[in-house]
């Protein structure tokens, strides 16, 4: 054997002892950060084969648990984004009972707002031709058809008062089937 491949195996030997040892080095700084205190001779004996100092070890104990804490920090939070997509699908869903709801409430109301838009025009023509009959009333004929169109004046009110309050039951119904598909 040659001087050569001699101290390539003295190195070789050496850097797995200094690998060791600094395994073994790391391993104390888990035990350490754990609450598990080694015997001081065996820190001390270990601090000088891998030529550390107390105060080294201080750091790296220190630094060991805050990136300990860090990864649990992590861990947390990726625990947590696994709930993303049934949090997500969830709320797609509400989303779509909510369209529904809104869509029917549409469906059940567009009648109701058609004739009250009616009756509203019919009311606004009633003002326009009650004035002017009151404007060019002569006579006792149309005297009776004022009144009669104030009758009618009056039945439209009554019946746009009407549609209106099922306008109301229908929206707050609507309203009620939206909370009750949102708690769903």
Do not use: W
Not at 85 to 106: N, S, Y
């Amino acid at each position: 054997m040659s001087i050569t491949e001699l101290l390539q195996k003295v190195v070789g030997k050496q850097h797995k002892r200094k690998a060791s040892r600094l395994t073994s080095y790391r391993r104390m700084i888990h035990r350490i950060a754990d609450g598990d205190e080694p015997p001081a001779s065996a820190v001390a004996k270990l601090l000088d084969e891998v030529g550390k100092s107390p105060e080294q070890l201080r750091e790296d104990v220190e630094l060991y648990d805050r990136r300990r804490k860090l990864r649990q920090q992590v861990d947390e939070a990726e625990r947590l984004d696994a709930k993303r997509p049934q949090l997500e699908k969830a709320i797609e869903e509400a989303d779509k009972v909510l369209a529904e709801a809104k869509a029917e409430h549409e469906r059940a109301t567009a009648p109701f707002c058609s004739q009250l838009f009616d009756i509203k025009k019919a009311m606004k023509n009633a003002d326009n031709v009650r004035r002017e009959l009151a404007d060019t009333c002569e006579e006792d004929v149309l005297l009776r058809q004022i009144d009669e169109a104030n009758t009618e004046v009056r039945n439209a009110k009554r019946r746009r008062f009407d549609l209106s309050q099922k306008i109301k039951e229908l929206h707050e119904l609507s309203e009620a089937n939206l909370r009750t598909a949102a708690h769903e």
